[in-house]
């Protein structure tokens, strides 16, 4: 902490002064934003996204598993590591996970050299924080939908488009997605008239709600702090903190 000077000489400060002084000030206040914002992107790794420009899955030979409870696998595990993803359509720092690494886990699922696992859960306080006070169940409905309907390539583009910046629902906004927009969405990723049914109708609400609440479990049993939650054979990474995480899991083959 600094210290008042003082001095036994009576000193009347000039105006000149007192601006210089404001514009030293200034000058620090700035400073220190510079390096506080620039320590947040070293720590970050920075904001660019990895591997960008690859998109989402696209080898038709990968295999697309709805396993119990909703989790839905992108991949082969006998072929290489798994990542396990828990995650909530509402939540922010889920979109920048998609948006730092999505691509990069892509192309390590279309090489075959990983799979992953998508645990989509509901967090009470995200869903109340949506415009409509249901946009997270409403969106893992629609995931669940994509995944019972569609193949590997439509359910990652639906994934990555669900997470993305463009599409996601900010907190506490005037607006989320409709139903409809989700099936837009859905189309637009390349899935049929039986999941745009299936996500109109609310098919697979109550199912859905019943996988979130077993995904919200299994994410507190991980010892994660929040979402996203990710581990990478069982052991959890700071896949926020550390830019390099996916670029080191190598092929266990």
């Keep these: 902490m600094s210290q008042k000077r003082t001095s036994s000489t009576k000193y009347t400060p000039q105006p000149t002064s007192n601006a210089f002084t ?22 970050r790794g920075g904001a660019e996204p990895r591997n960008d420009g690859y998109g989402s899955v696209n ?41 730092l ?24 306080g995200l869903d109340a924080a949506s415009a409509s006070g249901n946009y997270s169940s409403r969106a893992v409905a629609a995931s669940h939908c994509v995944a019972e309907s569609e193949n590997v390539i439509v359910y ?12 996601q629902p900010a907190e506490n906004g005037d607006t989320d997605r409709t139903d409809a927009e989700l099936v837009d969405m859905a189309r637009a990723s390349g899935a049929g008239d039986t999941t745009a049914d299936c996500i ?3 098919a697979m609400t109550a199912t859905a709600a019943a996988d979130a609440d077993t995904a919200r479990a299994a994410l507190s049993a991980s010892g994660a ?6 581990l990478v054979d069982g052991e959890l990474v700071d896949a926020l903190g550390d830019s390099g995480w996916v670029e080191a899991i190598t092929p266990t083959s």
């Design 59 to 99: 080898n038709p030979a990968v295999e697309l598993t709805v396993l119990d409870d909703g989790v839905v696998q992108l991949g082969d595990p006998a072929s290489g590591s798994v990542v396990d993803i828990f995650e909530d359509p509402m939540c922010p720092f889920c979109r920048e996970l998609e948006v």
């Design 225 to 230: 702090a929040g979402t996203p939650g990710v």
């Design 101 to 124: 690494h999505g691509q990069e886990l892509a192309q390590k699922i279309d090489d075959g050299e990983l799979a992953v696992r998508y645990h989509l859960l509901v967090l009470p």
């Design 200 to 202: 109109t109708s609310g």
């Design 156 to 167: 990652s583009a639906f994934h990555a488009t669900l997470f993305s910046e463009e599409f």
């Design 22 to 43: 404001y514009v030293l000030a200034a000058i620090a206040l700035v400073a220190v934003i510079v390096v506080v914002v620039v320590a947040i992107m070293w720590q």
